[in-house]
């Protein structure tokens, strides 16, 4: 089983940048794919990028694309998500999760997730 932790999440105006790690312990998650998730206030939670586990291969939310981006460090064990060009509608608490197939992109393929990190977006 995967531990994981998040960080990074803060208070940030709109057009700002954010910076999400989420640190993985208890056994390497080099063999995982990796994926962010978010959730507002009164709403689902829902895919937001997910990364396979080389790095090599990313996929995004349309919602995201072009602002965020994925990437890991497999010999640090963290997963990073920047956020760019931040919008009041990036509002959420972000989780990582971790799966062991490429490809689905759905929350039921998603195994160990983490406690969240909130990330709040100013208008």
């Known amino acids: 089983q995967v531990q994981l932790v998040e960080s990074g999440g803060g208070l940030v105006q709109a057009g700002g940048s954010l910076r999400l790690s989420c640190t993985a312990s208890g056994r390497t998650f080099s063999g995982y794919t990796m994926g962010w998730f978010r959730q507002a206030p009164g709403k689902e939670r829902e895919f937001v990028a997910d990364i396979d586990w080389i790095g090599g291969r990313t996929y995004y939310a349309d919602s995201v694309k072009g602002r965020f981006t994925i990437s890991r460090n497999n010999a640090k064990n963290i997963l990073y998500l920047q956020m760019n060009s931040l919008k009041p509608e990036d509002t959420a608490v972000y989780y990582c999760?971790?799966?062991?197939?490429?490809?689905?992109?759905?929350?039921?393929?998603?195994?160990?997730w983490g406690q969240g990190t909130q990330v709040t977006v100013s208008s």
């Open positions: 999760a971790t799966s062991r197939i490429w490809g689905s992109h759905l929350q039921a393929d998603f195994g160990s």
